[in-house]
Nanobody, 124 residues
């Protein structure tokens, strides 16, 4: 089992950057595919980015247009989401998730474990 705790959210202005972290418990973190999702008020949870267990493969939602970068440090049991050029429409609760299967899934039901989320608010 994996427990996930996100951090790094906050209130920023449009154009700013934030780096989210997701710390995982458990000795098998390096065997999990990891993903970041977000959920804005009144909207469904949507896929943002995913990374394979080794970090060798990454996947992003098309709408990001290269603004975000996902990475992981298996030695520190942590996955990161670097967010640049933030826009007001990026405002949401951001969740990290872990998946025991090897392939990144862009749908929420494909993940086995979830963190509690961290709020990101981007003002115009």
């Amino acid at each position: 089992q994996v427990q996930l705790v996100e951090s790094g959210g906050g209130l920023v202005q449009a154009g700013d950057s934030l780096r989210l972290s997701c710390a995982a418990s458990g000795r098998t973190f390096s065997s999990y595919t990891m993903g970041w999702f977000r959920q804005a008020p009144g909207k469904e949870r949507e896929f943002v980015a995913g990374i394979s267990w080794s970090g060798g493969s990454t996947y992003y939602a098309d709408f990001l247009k290269g603004r975000f970068t996902i990475s992981r440090d298996n030695a520190k049991n942590t996955v990161f989401l670097q967010m640049n050029s933030l826009k007001p429409e990026d405002t949401a609760v951001y969740y990290c998730a872990a998946r025991s299967l090897a392939v990144v899934a862009p749908w929420a039901t494909g993940y086995d474990y979830w963190g509690q989320g961290t709020q990101v608010t981007v003002s115009s």
